[in-house]
């Protein structure tokens, strides 16, 4: 069992950055991949960014490569996601993710065994 915390949305205005921060406890030892999910009123849950985590290989949506950076710290079972230049379309809930199993694909909310909470990311124009 993974236990997710995420921790770190909130209003930010347009062209702003923002740190989420994901609190990972349990079998983290386990872990074989973080992934940030998203997902707004009335759509889907959308892929973000993920990571390997003994690679640290790293994979990104092209809505958000170049803005968003997803980075880790495997001394505290954290894992981040730096936003830049955050604009009204980033407005969603977001979720970090965990797989402890292999996966080929990590764009997929099917590949991931436990999930956080979600925060709440508001970008104001």
């Known amino acids: 069992q993974v236990e997710l915390v995420e921790s770190g949305g909130g209003l930010v205005q347009a062209g702003e950055s923002l740190r989420l921060a994901c609190a990972a406890s349990?079998?983290?030892?386990?872990?074989?991949?973080m992934g940030w999910f998203r997902q707004a009123p009335g759509k889907e849950r959308e892929f973000i960014a993920a990571?390997?985590?003994?690679?640290?290989?790293?994979y990104y949506s092209d809505s958000v490569k170049g803005r968003f950076t997803i980075s880790r710290d495997s001394t505290k079972n954290m894992v981040y996601l730096r936003m830049r230049t955050l604009n009204s379309e980033d407005t969603a809930v977001y979720y970090c993710?965990?797989?402890?199993?292999?996966?080929?694909?990590?764009?997929?909310?099917?590949?991931?065994?436990?999930w956080g909470q979600g925060t709440q990311v508001t970008v104001s124009s």
């Open positions: 993710a965990a797989s402890v199993s292999t996966i080929v694909v990590f764009t997929t909310t099917s590949s991931y065994d436990y």
């Open positions: 349990g079998r983290t030892l386990s872990t074989y991949a």
């Open positions: 990571m390997h985590w003994s690679s640290r290989r790293t």
